[in-house]
Structure formats: structure tokens, C-alpha cells
């Protein structure tokens, strides 16, 4: 008899509407090791909580966090508030037994951070931190293949994370703008998925020059009558350079005004034995430059990431070759490997742990850009 | 107090499973103008049928179409079924009063075509032919833009749409390669979705000259002992040049012989201002070369049809600007459309008079590849 | 000692100018068994012809071709006159005992080619036609790599060349557009390129069905007063579908009506082991899918041809890898493999036999498309 | 009656072929102002730089560049050695009147490249940089283009210069890795061709913090017994993280240690109106966001830039729409320029200057480098 695992959500934005969906279609592609129940929806608002719950598919919504964290009924507690509030829950729900699902970047700091994994380690539940483009199909087969050698020693990460969605001046602001509440701008928030990824590929980064800037520095307040205008508190870009500990160099990028970069994510890496790219707008390929190929015959081979069965990770559960699949699918492989992790009772990867990592890097960024200097991750 | 439509969907296999997806998913991101109820799932081996009814979703699952069509309780049949069924089922559902949702090709012949049609009109019920590739976003863009003139007066429609599944000679015989069942091979499977985008974007066709070919003639039977070889009895490929009525000319050419290619549907569109091209591959981008551009500063545009709100069609219902979307929600926007039809009680392209004029090019083609002679269509 | 070559050019235009720079370079990057001298060019107009004279690096300027073909101190005649010249020329000069190249296509019949023909081989002369795209180097390395059994079996050649020069209707008339002159429109000029790689990559055509139009009938005649207009008589654009006689299929379209197409030209060859496939504009590049690769890691592969010495044809002479080569180079390695035939005494491909078995089938084509049946070539 | 200036030429490598060329070419394609005689080639080696005399077309060979620099013969003395020589050399001819075209990077260090530069003021010589890419037609138009406000105030420049040539451990010793002669590695040799873009294209670099790393440092001494091996005193990658006097934010990496990368050139420029982005390895195109057009119809504007005539900087001179240029072409649009200027006694950019003001740059990226503090330029 299969277990069903019940889950309550907070938060019921963009990454709320992206788990719900991840959350109902699980089950229908792939064999989970339990059920799944969309069980509480939570939100301040009561009235907008219950539009979402009805419009994502929810059972019951609540307006008061300790609700869900407190329910002898939920298993699994999704965390997808602004992130000034990840570690309360997050503390909390891990005290109550909860298997924990959390949203990038984990926290506001480090200590956030590590209170957090404290926590999860002390209450033994099974911990994730929500970087799902780990499961793109493609980023899960780029590290497929550079486990298996086939780039051998890295050298290079360089990788861009670019949108152009507050070139606008007239863009109002919204909590993201908020160091308070969001802890940074472009850093935490995109910014953080390259280092990520970067961990996640090529390793721990070791130290950093770092470099921040906020190109408008007041915006409109939404709403307000008489064109008040607020400060924007937080970057709109961060860069670095730096070195991974198994002496790769690093470059990394993150800005939100670069026009027609829409969410753009490049990475590329280049080894000893070949080199990988990827760019999020075209997330089904991978491009792989294999120098063990005749030399009159090499070149970026351009991998279509949608093999059937287990060819290729994740996509083989949804359409035939060549149909492709996005965005929304990686929060779905997310919570596939979350939800049997739950069952097995052993974290996957990121856990809290990575989170804490994460915010290490993006600590040593912000300081290393305030202080002008290198810092040590 | 919105109406809910209950759907009784027949066939459950690659269409089933995406036909479903859709059902499901539709409600959760467009405003629909009733509910949607996955009432009743059916196929014809039992134990099948009510795997997939769990699988994907459905309240009840039978075997025998006739329970579906002649349910009381169900307002819309959805049919999914191998080619050789389709006219049967969808002319008994309209005939019973519902509203009939029919995949491609409509049938297997222009005259059961006709018969279809004559059903739906006199039931007066909503129909529709899920060629869902009309409701990619790039492909309803593209068409918005031919609409408002972007590309003038179109000289050229040049489209191949190759997948490579068959270059494997121990492929095993399918149902699609049995010209009984499936009609035709490439021809009504794929080939049939260019010529619908054909006139779709560009007009109907007036005259063809045709070529079909079969590079393997015996595949081995899939299960038989002893290597037993099946003989194929459809088109591998086909290919025709043509014109359309309105003086543009025709090239299309559709194949599962072409190695790397998963399914590419390459489509080029020429005109007197403009041209326009579009590779499913890569299915939320549309490529717009504007002549009326400064001659320093033309070039073929790649616009990412991933724009919010209303700016692109349906996408802007999913996710932010660049993070796109895949395969499986063309049939969402197919459902979403279709759905409000019903509502209206008005049907909305393509309808099954779509699917008969589709029909009379699949067959103006094979008979020119027959007689080896140009063909009216 | 090293012996030289003196070299009479006829025609001065747009192919004189491309073959003067070939004269020119190749001694300076290839070695070639004799030295070459730009001795004597001609054009019937002495004012112009002595102004390319001195634009390019020739040393005698003529004004009647026969001084050319008779002139004892000439070794090579090198013929780029419009079309209807080219069998008169070619075969006075074979006959004069001169190695030819000439222009393609090689005339405006069959039977001027086959009387060209007989004429090189009565005179033993060294003669080649100058398709020079088979030496451009991806070509050269497709062609490599087919004759290595790369891609092996052949399926499919499909092939677009796309320009978009005469969509303006205000484009005067100029003699490519008088079929007397030229022969044909877009068949002969640029279609008859993608036919000569068909048959170097592919094999011999055995039959085709074709199609040729003319958009626009009518145009200005350059210069004239009162707005005089001039009967367009050669088609705009022309395809054809047939059939090889090894087998695989051949979809081939040339067209001058597509806009954002400059020199577009689409190849597209499919293998029962892989697939080529290039792209003009971008001509230092050729994909190959590599079918015998990993399932997981399989992908066209973006082969930079550029790699150094012999490793990819001809390009080695020039620059390092990466630093690209441009349209004028063909020609030059064209003239190398010309020249050293000529010192060796036997011509190499593509020959004036080449020129005539191309011309069999653009008339095949182009009486396909008058009698609207298929025609063997 | 034309002037003609005779130029002679020190050093005869990669550049010096390079050079060559371009001397050759130049007056074939474009209008000068003068004539040109290749007049005088120098090397060291008297028997090498004959070979290089016949094969490059000069009329004389010298083995003592003050022969060159000496002769009331020459004009134009054109320095294409090692980069430790530069600044002799260029005084020298300055000294003596001559026009002095040098080679990148200036020289050896700010010093020397102020002493260049006053020598060439106080001798009122035209002087000019040898930065070849200023002149590939696309950078030419992107400098047009934000010229003219297309992309507005600029954000960022993000820029790339990666080759793979020193991957293989084995590659000998050469003297660009010997600090003492070549200065740098990476950095001077390609980092400061991207330097020179970001300084034409944006502006002026206000500061930097910078990394240099080389990954082997010990390579085989070429042609030495027994596996001798020499010391690497140079970087294989350099980068920075830096501001723009503008306000611009820069990064810029320059590395050989990216497989598949043979000389790509990835530039981005991201402004408040627009993007541009250019590849080297596809040189004939210019990527333009316009975020003035529909927002339904934006997208990156992929601009091939062969248009004829004036349209696209220099390209119409050379063949029709889409027939594209290469590598060697910018040598020839520089030598256009250089040789125009003599004529009217007035330097155009990149001058000596230029070439001083990049080298300061250079020098603070190596300072950071070093000290690992943010340095001003």
C-alpha cells in the first residue's frame, strides 16, 4: 500500500503557482515512492489565499503559517515566501517534524543559514533547498558527463544570468528591491543560481573580487498617488572573479539590464579533455565539445536533451524525442526526487547544507564588493 | 455558477496521455468559461484502461467507446483512437449530441472526411481537429503578424518537418505503418501538420505534384518469435511542390528518415515585406526578417515568444518573459479554445471542415505520387 | 626552373573580378607547380576593359576574344561572359590548344555542352567548369566524409538556394533575365549550384518533377526614359522533387523572392548513419549528426573548418583556426587545383563533362516544368 | 598623377603575412588616395626572409630593420616583431620621418609606449595601432550604431576572447610566453584586442581588479634533446572585473584554455535602448536588440553585414549581399584607412595613442593581478 505524503505550502506567488503545478503533476509522470496530497495553501491575504488555493488546487487554505507548520496532518512543509521569512519556518517546521522544502537563497545570511541546517540536522527530517535548475535534463546531464570525465579537469567557469526586466525606470518597487526583506537584489536572487550551479559542476569556490551596482536608485512606489518614489535598497547587478578550491577560475554575472536577455542563463565550462554551454532560453540542449573526437571532425555538438527512458535524466518521462519540455518541469523533477527522498528518508542534493554554502559565496560577493578586496569564501 | 462540461476521452496512448495533461491543466492557468471534468477515460483492453484512468487522472474508465458516446452524463468526446476509427466514433458522438474533439488526420479518406463533417453540422455540435501546432505561440504570433500584413504578399512556404525514429531497420511493425489503420505513414502523421500550418498561414492549396517513398519495406513484428518480418505498407517519406490558390508556391516534405532531426518542423514563409521562420526544435522562438527596416540594420529577428499578459498569444498565462514552455501546452491552449467553444456553442478553428480540406491535399498528394502526374486539389 | 602559365581572361564583371583576385592570391598562399601571369583580359567595351586592366593586375587589355584564343603566349583561357559566349569560346580555344575554365553554367544547351565536350577531348586540353563551390572547404570536407562512409547510406538531399535580389519590382532588367543571353533565371545561375553539389556529394540525378515561376513579368529596363518596361523571360524561381539514381530522394528550390536570404544556401544530406548539413552564410561551418555516438551525447556537431595544414581542405593555407575565410577564396582554390592539373596535364573535377551532365539536368528540370510530368534525366 | 608611397615591412610571421597581404589587396578593392609599392621586406634571418620576399611579393630583403628605417626610399614603415622591439623600431622611423603602422600590443610597457608617443608627435608622422578588429565590418556598424543612439546609455560590456591553443601540454615553448620579449601572455596578445573594443565602442575604463593565472607552467623546449623543459613567464588567462569612466560596467576574460574555442571573440554590449552582440568565428554578422520596436516583435536582430556599397562599413567593396569576408579582410580596410591618412597627414584611430592608452590599461589589470586590490587606469 502506497504512503501518501501531505503537503503544506506558504507562499503563493510565482514560485507558489510553480510548485503547485510541480506538486500536481508529479504523480502523473513519474512513479513516486508515495502519493502526494496538495493538502494547505497558505497566505497572509485569507482572500487571495483561497482564490489561489482554488485556482492551484489546493484543499484547504489558511492565512497564519504556524497553522501549517503546527498540523499533526501535514508531512511536508513548502516554503516559498520572501526570504526574509525562510528560516522562522523553515526552524520551526523542521522542530515539528517536517520534511522541509525551502526557495532560494535559503536565508538573509549565513547565520540565518546555518541556524537552519542546525535545525534540520537536529530534527533529522529531510531538508531540500529549491535549485531547480539542477534538474534542467540538461544541467543534470552536463554533470552526468563531467562525473564521467568527459571534459576532464576544468578550467574555466563562466557563466551570465541576465534579464532586462528593470531597465524601465518607471519599473515600481517591489519587495525584491527591499534589502530588508530580500536580503539582496540580483545577488540572492539570480545570481545565486549560477553559483549554484557553479557548485554544483565544478566545485567549491575558494575566494572572490567581487563588484555590485544599483543603476537606478530610486523608483516609483506602486500605487502611490503623486509619483512618490522609493529607494531601492538592494543591486541590480553583481559580478565576480574568483577561484574554485580545485584551482578552476570563476566569472560570474548576474544583471537585470541587459536587454533582450530575457532569462538568460549562460554557463560554460571549459576542461581539460573538452568543454560544455548552456543557455536557459534554449533549456532542452547542451552543447559539448569533445577534443577526443578526429581533429577534422570536431565541434560543438549540439545534445537535444530529450531521449526516451533513463537516456537522458527526467525528460525521458514525458514526450518522445524532440518534443521538448520547460521551465515549469524542472520544479516537477524537483519534487519527484524531494518527494522519494521524503520516503527514503535520506536528503538529496541541495540540501540546507548547499543553501548554507550558497549563501557563504554570496556573502563573501557583497563583502568583497563592499570592501574592495578578495575575500575567502 | 460556472457550467462544468464532463469529457469522455477514447484512445490512451501518446495522444491519451497528452490529452490529459491538458485537460488538467488547462483550468489551473487560463480562465475557462465552464469547469472541465475528467469523467470517463476508455480503451479497449480493461486492465490498460484503468492503469491509465489512475495514471492520468480520470474519474471512471470503460471499454467500449459506445458507453462514452452514449452517456448522458458526458458533454464532450474526445477521441484519441488509431485513424481507422475516427469517423465511426466521432459521427456517433455528434449524432448523440456532444461536442466532438478529434485528432489528426480526421480519417482515413476525404469521403469519411465528408461524412464527419455532415454529422457535426447537422448535430450542430462544437468540432474541432487537434492540430494543436496552430496553438504553439510562435505559430498563432506568426499568424497574427501575416494577418496584419508584416510579411506582404507571400511568395514561398517552404517546410520539412523529419524526425530520424524509423532509420533503425529493426524498428519494429507498428499500427502506424499499416495502411489500413493509419491511412498513410509520414503522409497523414506528419506531413499532415505542415500542410495544416500551410493553410493555416498561408492559403488553400489549388494543385500538387507528389513523390512518397518507402526506404524499408519489412520491419520485424514486434514479440513474433523467430525474426518474423511484417511488410510496411505506408510511405517512409513525402514530399510535394505545389501551389497554393493565391499564387504563392509550395515545397513541403515530411520524413523519419533523417538522422539528428527529432522533430524538427522547419518552416520558411516568404514574402513581399518580409519572411518569417519557425523550427518546432526550438518552438518559442519565431524568426521575422522586416524588410521595412534601414537596409544597414535588417536581419532575421529572433523574437522569444514569451512575452506576459496578452502581448504574445497564450504564453503569457504561464511564466515570466524567457522561461519557456514546452510541447505538452499546445494541447492546453487547444483545450482552452475548444472549451469556451463549447460554452459559446460555436466552433473555432481548425474545425472538422479543416480537417476534411487537409484531407483532400493528403490526397491530392498520393495520388500524384501514384500517377505520377500533377493533381487539383 | 618553374615554368609559367599565362593566363587570357575574357569577361570582366562580377565573376572577371572574383577570378582576376584568384589569379592574384593563389601564388601567394598555395604552392603550385607552375607560376601563373595575369597576361592578357578582355571585354568588348576597350574603355572598361582597360580600366580592369589597371583595377586588376592585369597586363594587356584586348577588346576581341579571339586575340585572346589565338595569341600564342597564352597557356589558359579563363572565360566568364554571359552564358550565350561560352560554347563559341571554350571550344575556339580548345581547339587553339588552350587549357579552359569556364563560368557555369557551361552554356545554354546540352548540345553546346556536348559539342564543348567533344572539343576538350579532341584537343586534349585541360578543362574545368567552375562550380567553385565544391571547394569551399566544409564542402570539401563533407564530400571527405561521405567517400569515408560517415553518413552512410544516402536518404536525402534537400537543398534551398535563397536570395532575395529581385522582390523589389523596381529591380531593372539585366541580361541574366533575357533568357536568349542567359539561358534561364534562377535555374541556371544559382539553382544549377545546388544541382552540381547534389552530384558531387550525392550522385547522378536519374529523374525529377519540377516547377519554375515568375513573379514579376515585368520590369524597368535600366536608363530608359518614360518609365519603358521589359518583358522578364526566365523564371524567378524554380524546384524540383526527383529521385537519384543510387536511391535517395532530391528536393531542391532556388528562388531570388526571399527576403532576409542574401546567398543562402541550405544543404541538407541524410545518411542511414548520419546527417550533414550546411549553410553558406555561414560557410566556415559544417554540422554533422554522428549516429554512432552515444545515445545520450549525440547532437550535430558544429564543425569550425578551419584547423590547420591538411587537416580540413585548402583552408590550412591561409590563417590559424578560428580566423575565417571568406566567398573570394573558392575561387582561389579553384585556380590551384587548376593550375597544377594543367602542369600535370589532366584535368580534375568538376570537368566540362560535369558542366554537360549538370545542363541534363537543368533541362530536365526545366522541361518537367513545362510539360507538368516527370522526366528522366 | 597618383603619389606613390613605398612601404616597407619589419617582421614576417603570422602578422607579417597578414600585412602583406593587406599592401597587396588594398589597392585592387578601394579608392586610395595613393598608390602602394611592397616595397621592402626585414627579417633577422637573410635566407628566411627571402623565401618570405618571393612568396609575400616585396621587391627588396633586408636582414637590418635601420636599413628599412634609413632609406630615403620608404615612406611608410609598417612593425610587425616581436612586441620588445616596437619601441625602438617605431622611434626610430618616426625619427626619420617615416609613417609608422605598428603592430599590438604598442609595446612592452606605458613607458615605452610614451616615448612612442612623443615621438611620433614631435615628428608629426602619422602614426596608427594595429588594432585589425576595429575594422571587421559588424564593429564598424556597432560603433556607427551606438554613435547614433541605438542602444542608448550603456550598462554593461561583457566580453570574451577565447582560444584553445595551449590546452595541449605538450605545445612547445614560443616566444610569446617569454615575458621579457612578448611583455604578457594572454593579456597582451588577445585580452588587449578586446580592451581596444571596450575603449572604441564604450569609452575610456576608469579602474579594474583583475586575475591572471597560467594553468601550465612548464612546456617542452621545441627541437630541444632529451625533453628539456622551459618556463612559462607569461599568463594563459587574464580578467577583470572593472568600471567604465561612463559608468559602464566591464568584464572581460582573455584565456587559451577553452577547448572548442578557436578564435572566438563573444562581445555584449547592453544599453538602456538596446543590445548588441558580436561572435568573431561569425564575423559577418552583429546581433542588435531594438527595444523600440513592438513588444511583440522584439528579439535579437541577427544582422548579416555584406550589404553593398556604403551601407555596411567597407564590406561593399568587396562582393555581392551575403557572399561574406574573412579574417584577412580587416587587415585591408586598416591599410585602406592608414594609407589614406598618409596622404592627408592626419592620423585616424587607432593611433599610437590608442595603443598607449590600451597598455595602461593592461598594466593596472597586471598591478591588480599582482596586489590584488582594485587598481585606476
Redesign the interface.
Known sequence: MTKTLRVGMIGYQ?MGR?H??AW??AP?FFPLKAGVELHTICGRNPANVEAARA???WQYAVSDWRQVVDSPEIDIVDINTPNDSHAEIAIAAARAGKHVLCEKPLALSVKQCEAMVAAVKQAKVVNMVCHNYRRIPAIA?AK??IDDG??GQI??Y?A?Y????L?DKNAPIVWRMNKKISGSGALGDIHSHIIDLGRYLVGEFAEV???M?T?IKERPISGSSGGKMGRVTVDD?S?????FKNGA?A?L?A?R????????IRV?I??????LFFD????????????T?P??????????V??RGE??PYVGH????????????TFVHTIVDFVNACVDGKSVQPTFQDGLMNQRVLEAVEKSAGS???VKV
Open positions: 510565482f510553480a503547485s503545478n500536481r503533476q502523473h485556482q492551484l488546487g546531464q552526468r558527463m568527459a571534459i578550467y574555466h563562466n551570465r541576465a534579464q532586462d526586466r531597465v573580487s567581487g563588484l551596482h543603476f547587478t559580478m565576480f572573479i574568483g577561484r577560475l566569472n554575472e544583471t539590464f541587459a536587454l533582450g536577455r530575457k532569462n538568460y560554460e571549459n576542461g581539460s579533455l573538452g568543454s536557459f532560453e534554449d533549456m532542452n540542449r547542451l552543447k559539448f565539445f569533445d577534443n573526437n581533429l577534422d571532425r570536431q565541434g560543438f555538438r549540439d545534445i537535444l530529450t531521449q537516456v537522458h514525458w514526450w518522445p524525442p524532440g518534443h521538448i519540455i520547460g521551465y515549469e518541469h574592495r578586496a578578495w
